[in-house]
Structure formats: structure tokens, C-alpha cells
């Protein structure tokens, strides 16, 4: 509980982020702009409204609302379990922390995979609900129907190929693709024919960083990669991994930039002691009666006290 309002409480609407020291709106042209000039694309995970908004007060081009929140948020083994309720309700918790990013959601396993139909439905969801500005989806060739569909609808598409979480049971396991040279072909064939059913951007995700590099080259669209090596022309990674929130061994791809995990074992920690030991709250932290009122409850105390008669 906190009794303190917010600056939203106080105004009766929600506050709006901190603006951030580059103050243009992040827009897919943008980036397509940023793949022209050679400028890297900084993208991140977010799945709430704190994190999100930290993110992008931190000038950060493209957050994802990633199905990987079923991992990292909702404490599953695989991503297979999030529902599209579920991928909206914290979709639309980090649009109301977002205001530079560009904003994609993540279409969870399911939403996409029984019908095109189905995939439409669901994605205009995504931007009509939950403020969404593009939708990811996984696969290649098998999704060029999907995509036109999409785009059609008026539904920016980001495509995921390489290592695709929602496909790990095919996989046998978050195992590196495209490790020969036909797998090799086959991905950029993939890549080719999202970007020409009409993909805004496409995430590379667990390839050998020459087959990125490859097909980074080939593409006109941007490429972000996650475990795809440095010529793509975007990085991304999972917040909870740069900032070691996750509960297993890091990925090779990942690299640690802060260790939350240990400063909030040391916070909460101080927090039990101090509770313990009465240090917490202290005297500064406590609320007070006027001067005048807590004279009259000390009087009222007195008076109600029992007499004690003498022997």
C-alpha cells in the first residue's frame, strides 16, 4: 500500500513517461531508414509498465513484448503455454510505459497455427486492444500466407526465423539452425519470401553469425538478431537476461550488464533485518499527530487509566 499519490493519482490521468533525450516517435520507416545508414537497432524485451517505461526512457528503439514472459513472468519451462489473454494483458501494461519505442507483441503459440483466419483475428487484437504497433511471428515459407493476410489487414509484420522457440519439440530442444549450407539456403529462402509476402523486419534468432551476415546483406528489410552474431542490423536481447533475473545458466549469445537478481537479494534482505530489530520504520518514516492532538490523546490516556486507591 502506498500512501503517498502518484503525479497520474494527483491528476486524475496516467502520468506520462520522463521524455527521453532523443524525442522522435520510433516508427517502422525509421528503422527501415537506420538498415540504410548502416545505424544499429537497439531493441529489448518488456512485459510490464515500470520496466517498459525504464526501457524506453533509455532510448531504446524496439520493445518486444515477447512470449518469452511465459518463462521469465509466468515461470513456465517453454513459451508454448502463454495465452493471447495473457500476451495482451502485459502488452498492455508496457503500452502505457512506451511512448518513443516502436511496440511489438509477440502472437503466442496457437494464436497463429490452426487457420489464417485465426491469425488475423487474433493479431488485429493485438493493435486494437492491447496498442500494439506491429506483431512477431514465427516461421518462413509456411507463414507467406499468413503474412499477406496481415498486411492486407493492415497489421505490420515482424518475422522470426532460425531457432523458434514455439517449434521445440520439432527441434529436439533450443538447438543453433542453419548449420550446413542447405539449412543455410533454406533460411534465406525463408527470409526472401517473408520480406516479399510484405514483412516490415525479421529477427534472426540462434544461426551462425556468417548465415546472418548473409542474409542481412540479401534483405532490404532490417534484420535483428538474438544469438546471430554483430552484421545484423539490430540486437536484441531478453531483459531478464541482461540483467541475470532468470533462475538457469545464461545462453552463449548472452551478455550480463547488471546483476538485479543479487541487489534485490541484498535489499530484501536488509528489509527482514531491519523489520526484525525495530529499525524499520523509524521515527523520520512515521507519520505524527499535531502537537495539540497527541497533548489531548496523551490527557485522554491519563484519565482512563484505573486509580489505584491507597492501602
Do not use: W
Amino acid at each position: 500500500m502506498n500512501l503517498t499519490p502518484s503525479q497520474g493519482a494527483q491528476s486524475g490521468a496516467s502520468s506520462p513517461p520522463t521524455a527521453s533525450t532523443t524525442s522522435f516517435k520510433v516508427t517502422l520507416p525509421s528503422l527501415q531508414e537506420k538498415k540504410r545508414a548502416r545505424t544499429p537497432i537497439v531493441a529489448l524485451t518488456a512485459y510490464d509498465y515500470a520496466s517498459a517505461r525504464i526501457v524506453d526512457e533509455s532510448d531504446i528503439d524496439l520493445v518486444l513484448v515477447g512470449d518469452s514472459l511465459a518463462m521469465v513472468m509466468l515461470g513456465y519451462d517453454s513459451t508454448l503455454p502463454v495465452t493471447v489473454d495473457e500476451m495482451l494483458l502485459f502488452t498492455r501494461a508496457a503500452r502505457r510505459g512506451v511512448r518513443r519505442a516502436l511496440l511489438v507483441a509477440d502472437m503466442p503459440y496457437g494464436s497463429y497455427h490452426a487457420s489464417v483466419g485465426d491469425g488475423v483475428t487474433n493479431a488485429l487484437r493485438f493493435l486494437k486492444e492491447a496498442g500494439a504497433e506491429a506483431v512477431k511471428i514465427e516461421g518462413g515459407r509456411n507463414r507467406v500466407e499468413l503474412v499477406h493476410a496481415l498486411v492486407d489487414a493492415e497489421v505490420p509484420v515482424v518475422g522470426h526465423i532460425g531457432l523458434t522457440p514455439q517449434s521445440v519439440h520439432r527441434m529436439g530442444g533450443y538447438r543453433v539452425q542453419g548449420k550446413s549450407v542447405s539449412a543455410a539456403e533454406h533460411l534465406l529462402e525463408d527470409a526472401q519470401a517473408l520480406e516479399a509476402a510484405g514483412a516490415s523486419m525479421l529477427v534472426l534468432e540462434g544461426i551462425p553469425r556468417e548465415v546472418a551476415a548473409h542474409i542481412t546483406a540479401e534483405l532490404s528489410i532490417p534484420t535483428i538478431g538474438i544469438g546471430a552474431g554483430p552484421e545484423c542490423d539490430g540486437q536484441i536481447l531478453v531483459l531478464h537476461d541482461l540483467l541475470n533475473l532468470t533462475f538457469a545458466p545464461a545462453a552463449k549469445f548472452v551478455r550480463r550488464y547488471g546483476d538485479v537478481a543479487a541487489q534485490m537479494h541484498a535489499a530484501i534482505g536488509q528489509y527482514r533485518q531491519d523489520v526484525a530489530t525495530r529499525t524499520f520504520p523509524n521515527d523520520a518514516e512515521s507519520y505524527h499527530l499535531p502537537q495539540g492532538e497527541r497533548d489531548r490523546m496523551e490527557q485522554n490516556a491519563r484519565d482512563l487509566a484505573p486509580k489505584h486507591k491507597k492501602a
